[in-house]
């Protein structure tokens, strides 16, 4: 259903961005502070190996169209890595300058460059030919678009199913748009049009389609990149309420109604809602953040250890801390009370032992709460590798790969990566392991031609075939 035109549904908050951005001048000038280190330990710290000292050099120039050139060698998605990486933690982290506080802001002129090549369209994309093979990609998130732009700048026909009815999976769906504009993507995933690939939306793969109806179609190879669609949940008394929410549905909700796509009274929650979030890590601080966009009138994230040890970014906690999230550290949820439907969450205060590890307190609080959002946690779904024999899992659900060829499963031809593969990673890091899958199915199609063009072998004896 979509959303009425007279909603009071304030999509500016939702999509609001606290950074906009380096100008021109700026770019230039903080590209300048590159040192040019003979041995640039930046690049060390970028998962899937970005040429950094080369565009940043680059961008002090003023050739931003070299400086495109140069990172789409490594990335199909550089104004999403330049929005949503962990650089404090990568290429930053690894910056000599920044012991001394004063670090290349990296991550923000990746974003420049690729914001600056899109408005200025500095590089006209022309598809490669397409005659090496063909692949079927599963899923359109990070891992699935960055294989799809890897094997296509490498010469093959690749085909991107998603189940939804755009693509860009946790993207579009699962970042919040104030820490990545959704028009970002779709300006990524056009460009990866450009390229050739094809994208088919509304085909939920293992149930509108199998892996072997695919391959019955002429595929070469198929890559499964679904991530972890099934969120993990508390065993805990009251778990089942009414008001208890996973985040990754909460995310998807808001997401689709903040692009019209969803009446407004389907998102889970309204103004003036009190709201608990279960977890820290950063879908955790995304969902507080947006709860309290949404106009709840406090919202509070419940962590079991301490701040040092939550999973989250740093960045992400201060900013959430600054628009008014509030922390209960050492808190481990025994309960979701309520009647008809949640009304608080009961947890234990824990403490800390000797061994510097949280032991329970006996002592029992209750938080009140209109709303709880659980964020501990995925797991892969099964849906594809049920509908597909010879696909082996792991005891939790995640497929089980191969180093050579890399990515590959248990079934010949069949490949697998991010998150669907790992435990739950960044947006890079599912990049990462892609672009090795990627090289992996490049590899297996080549020497599978092969050895189809190569003639029978003579039966001995035969003259008539001898010659």
């Known amino acids: 259903m979509l959303i009425d035109k007279k909603t009071d549904f304030d999509k500016d908050k939702l999509t609001f961005s606290e950074d906009q951005g380096f100008t021109i001048r700026e770019a230039i000038a903080e590209a300048k502070r590159c040192l040019n280190c003979p ?11 970005n040429d950094i000292p080369g565009f940043v050099s680059c961008v002090a120039q003023g050739n931003f169209g070299q400086a495109s050139k ?55 994309i022309t598809p490669t030919q397409a005659t090496k093979g063909s692949v079927a990609v599963i899923g359109s998130g990070p891992a699935g678009l960055t294989v799809a732009g890897d094997l296509a700048k490498a010469g093959f026909a690749v085909t991107v199913f998603e189940g939804q009815n755009e693509p860009g999976g946790v993207l579009l769906y699962g970042i919040p748009a104030f820490r990545l504009n959704k028009d970002v993507v779709r300006r990524e995933i056009d460009r990866l049009k450009q390229l050739g690939i094809l994208f088919e ?27 972890t669609a099934l969120p993990r949940t508390l065993e805990v008394p009251g778990k089942d309420l009414p008001g208890v929410v996973q985040a990754t549905y909460f995310l998807s909700m808001v997401a689709l109604a903040a692009g019209g796509n969803l009446d407004q009274k389907e ?8 709201v608990v979030v279960i977890g820290a890590g950063n879908v955790a601080i ?101 509908t597909t024999t010879g696909i082996d899992v792991n005891e939790n659900g995640y497929v089980i790969t191969k180093e050579r060829p890399y990515g590959m499963t248990t079934r010949r031809g069949v490949f697998a990566g991010g998150d669907v593969v790992h435990e739950p990673a960044t947006v890079v890091l599912a990049m990462k392991e892609a672009k090795k899958a990627a090289a992996g199915i490049a590899s297996y199609i080549e020497a599978k031609k092969l050895l189809d063009d190569c003639e029978p072998v003579p039966a001995s004896g035969d003259p008539a075939q001898a010659q």
């Open 70 to 124: 140069i990172i789409a060698q490594r990335s199909s998605l550089p104004a999403v890595c330049g929005r949503v990486c962990p650089h404090e933690k990568q290429c930053e982290a690894h910056c000599v300058m920044t012991k001394q506080q004063k670090g290349i802001r990296i991550g923000k002129l990746e974003r420049f460059v690729a914001d600056f090549e899109s408005d200025m369209e500095v590089d006209r």
């Open 39 to 49: 041995r640039p330990l930046c690049r060390t710290g970028c998962p899937i190996d």
């Open 286 to 386: 995304d969902a507080a953040r947006t709860a309290l966009r949404l106009g709840a009138q406090r919202v509070t994230i419940v962590y079991r250890r301490t701040q040092t040890e939550m999973p989250a970014l740093q960045s992400e906690y201060e900013q959430a801390v600054a628009e008014g999230v509030q922390f209960e550290w050492l808190a481990s949820p025994t309960a979701f009370t309520g009647g008809e439907r949640v009304r608080g969450v009961e947890y234990e205060l824990q403490k800390i032992d000797a061994n510097g590890k949280p032991t329970p307190s006996c002592q029992l609080r209750i938080l009140p709460a209109d709303k709880v959002i659980m964020a501990v946690g995925q797991r892969p779904a099964a849906r594809i590798v049920s």
């Open 267 to 274: 998102v889970p929650v309204a103004k003036g809602d009190r």
């Open 201 to 227: 939306t509304n085909v939920l793969v293992g149930q509108d389609i199998t892996a072997d109806q695919i391959f019955d179609r002429g595929f070469d190879a198929i890559f499964i990149g679904t991530g």
